[in-house]
């Protein structure tokens, strides 16, 4: 990483986002096909919102659970992304050098940060995985 690599060099821009409306069960199908393990979740078009594999998990019911398949199936449907995801979301710019966004990762304890242009429009997502990748002299995948 040198001291001028801006976010926007090694930035996963092919995002995929969810709605609040998207049920817990199909934001998990996402993560499992897609690979990754948060999902921005935007309303009309504005960031409101990110979901990782653990608040997903944390909303799945226990292996203790007294319920049967089919009530824990008809529960976990009617769940949605918007119930379980974090409002507050730390976000970096484009312009952003890379340090400064991976300083905050560790600040904040985070493995990414969604990524806004200037004007405000979500526009990728930066993780630490992007960040060893540059350290490492390795090519951006997204």
Same mark, same amino acid.
Do not use: C
């Given at each position: 990483?040198?001291?001028?690599?801006?976010?926007?060099?090694?930035?996963?821009r092919?995002?995929?986002?969810?709605?609040?409306?998207?049920?817990?069960?199909?934001?998990?199908?996402?993560?499992?096909?897609?690979?990754?393990?948060?999902?921005?979740v935007?309303?009309?078009?504005?960031?409101?919102?990110?979901?990782?594999?653990?608040?997903?998990?944390?909303?799945?019911?226990?292996?203790?659970?007294? &319920? =049967?398949?089919?009530?824990? %199936?008809? !529960?976990?449907?009617?769940?949605?992304?918007?119930? #379980?995801?974090?409002? +507050?979301?730390?976000?970096?710019?484009?312009?952003?050098? &890379? =340090?400064?966004?991976?300083? %905050?990762? !560790?600040?904040?304890?985070?493995?990414?940060?969604? #990524?806004?242009?200037? +004007?405000?429009?979500?526009v990728?997502?930066?993780?630490?995985?992007?960040?060893?990748?540059?350290y490492?002299?390795?090519?951006?995948?997204g």
């Open positions: 990483m040198t001291s001028t690599t801006r976010v926007a060099d090694v930035m996963t092919n995002l995929v986002t969810v709605d609040p409306s998207t049920t817990v069960p199909e934001a998990v199908q996402l993560m499992k096909n897609g690979g990754f393990r948060r999902l921005p935007r309303r009309e078009g504005r960031l409101v919102g990110i979901v990782t594999d653990r608040d997903l998990k944390e909303a799945m019911p226990s292996q203790a659970t007294s &319920l =049967s398949i089919w009530e824990i %199936t008809y !529960l976990l449907a009617k769940l949605h992304v918007g119930e #379980v995801m974090s409002r +507050s979301v730390i976000t970096t710019t484009d312009t952003a050098l &890379l =340090s400064d966004a991976a300083y %905050t990762m !560790l600040k904040h304890r985070v493995g990414g940060l969604p #990524v806004v242009n200037g +004007s405000g429009e979500l990728g997502i930066v993780t630490v995985t992007d960040v060893l990748r540059d490492v002299g390795l090519p951006v995948l």
